[in-house]
């Protein structure tokens, strides 16, 4: 009589989370052979998640629907009554990245520093990629992208208007791909530039914007003339009108529109000061 012993050994598996994969061993020996297969010294049988076969002398293990757990050391052995042999192989069940942690809308000051982080599960390594407004950015005195270990992070040095936007982040590895759903918005706040009420002066109040509003012309001193014009930039603005220190409303001598970032006055009835 031969001894039981095994021909062709079972190689390791790497299998996506959710497939099915196979362990198959081809053995020898005098009948009757007696096989099992084993995962951390117990001994696996057929069922819903096992299939267990031995067809002319070929034994199978089939893993249905691979769960993480189900990752690790599985063994084949087999005996008749003069020998015995095993082997033992490796099964790594893979996962695609998914984000468990994405960055939250950022509103921050011009010129300074933000960090957006993303936290990745899955089986690593990861390649990872952040996109503004759906076109890659790269390492550069802009931006500093980074990777380690499960944390992807993208540094936005010295920020400027041009900066504000959607980011995402998209992670991959062997066996998939994920980019984050939500998008990670940023905006600047800008900071009031101080003013000081002249004769006649137009004051800004500023909500948070990208920029502060500025005067690009402003009033003069005038004799003899109907309207006196100034332009300013900024949004949103709120307009306050004052002469002489005094806050003007409604007042049928004098008109004024604002349209598009520009403020006409209209004396309707000059009167000597």
């Given at each position: 009589p031969e001894p039981a012993v095994i021909v062709e050994k079972a190689e390791p598996m790497?299998?996506?989370?959710?497939?099915?994969?196979?362990?198959?061993?081809?053995?020898?020996g005098t009948p009757e052979l007696s096989t099992g297969w084993f995962k951390?010294?117990?001994?696996?049988t057929s069922s819903q998640k096992y299939r267990i076969t031995f067809l002319n002398k070929v034994a199978t293990l089939k893993?249905?629907?691979?769960?993480?757990?189900?990752?690790?050391?599985?063994?084949?052995?087999?005996?008749?009554?003069?020998?015995?042999?095993?082997?033992?192989?490796?099964?790594?069940v893979l996962e695609p990245p998914v984000f468990s942690k994405v960055p939250s809308?950022?509103?921050?000051?011009?010129?300074?520093d933000v960090i957006l982080q993303c936290e990745i599960a899955g089986t690593p390594p990861f390649e990872v990629a952040w996109f503004k407004d759906?076109?890659?950015?790269?390492?550069?005195?802009?931006?500093?992208?980074?990777?380690?270990?499960?944390?992807?992070?993208?540094?936005?040095?010295?920020?400027e208007s041009q900066d504000t936007g959607e980011y995402q982040c998209k992670a991959m590895n062997e066996v998939g791909k994920s980019t984050t759903s939500r998008l990670s918005f940023l905006d600047l706040l800008a900071v009031p530039l101080p003013s000081t009420p002249v004769?006649?002066?137009?004051?800004?109040?500023?909500?948070?914007?990208?920029?502060p509003p500025y005067f690009v012309t402003h009033l003069e001193r005038t004799k003899g003339k109907s309207s006196e014009k100034?332009?300013?930039?900024g949004s949103p603005i709120q307009k306050t009108l004052q002469l002489c220190g005094l806050e003007m409303q409604n007042q049928p001598m004098?008109?004024?529109?604002?349209?598009?970032?520009k403020m006409m006055l209209d004396f309707r009835s000059a009167l000597p000061h």
């Amino acid at each position: 009589p031969e001894p039981a012993v095994i021909v062709e050994k079972a190689e390791p598996m790497r299998v996506t989370i959710g497939d099915a994969c196979t362990l198959e061993c081809k053995v020898a020996g005098t009948p009757e052979l007696s096989t099992g297969w084993f995962k951390d010294g117990k001994e696996l049988t057929s069922s819903q998640k096992y299939r267990i076969t031995f067809l002319n002398k070929v034994a199978t293990l089939k893993i249905m629907d691979a769960e993480k757990e189900d990752g690790g050391l599985y063994t084949f052995a087999v005996q008749n009554d003069v020998g015995k042999s095993s082997c033992t192989a490796s099964v790594d069940v893979l996962e695609p990245p998914v984000f468990s942690k994405v960055p939250s809308p950022v509103d921050t000051l011009k010129g300074s520093d933000v960090i957006l982080q993303c936290e990745i599960a899955g089986t690593p390594p990861f390649e990872v990629a952040w996109f503004k407004d759906r076109r890659q950015v790269r390492s550069s005195k802009k931006f500093k992208v980074t990777a380690k270990h499960s944390v992807a992070s993208l540094h936005i040095l010295n920020l400027e208007s041009q900066d504000t936007g959607e980011y995402q982040c998209k992670a991959m590895n062997e066996v998939g791909k994920s980019t984050t759903s939500r998008l990670s918005f940023l905006d600047l706040l800008a900071v009031p530039l101080p003013s000081t009420p002249v004769m006649l002066s137009l004051l800004t109040i500023l909500s948070p914007s990208l920029e502060p509003p500025y005067f690009v012309t402003h009033l003069e001193r005038t004799k003899g003339k109907s309207s006196e014009k100034v332009i300013i930039f900024g949004s949103p603005i709120q307009k306050t009108l004052q002469l002489c220190g005094l806050e003007m409303q409604n007042q049928p001598m004098l008109g004024n529109t604002f349209v598009k970032s520009k403020m006409m006055l209209d004396f309707r009835s000059a009167l000597p000061h």
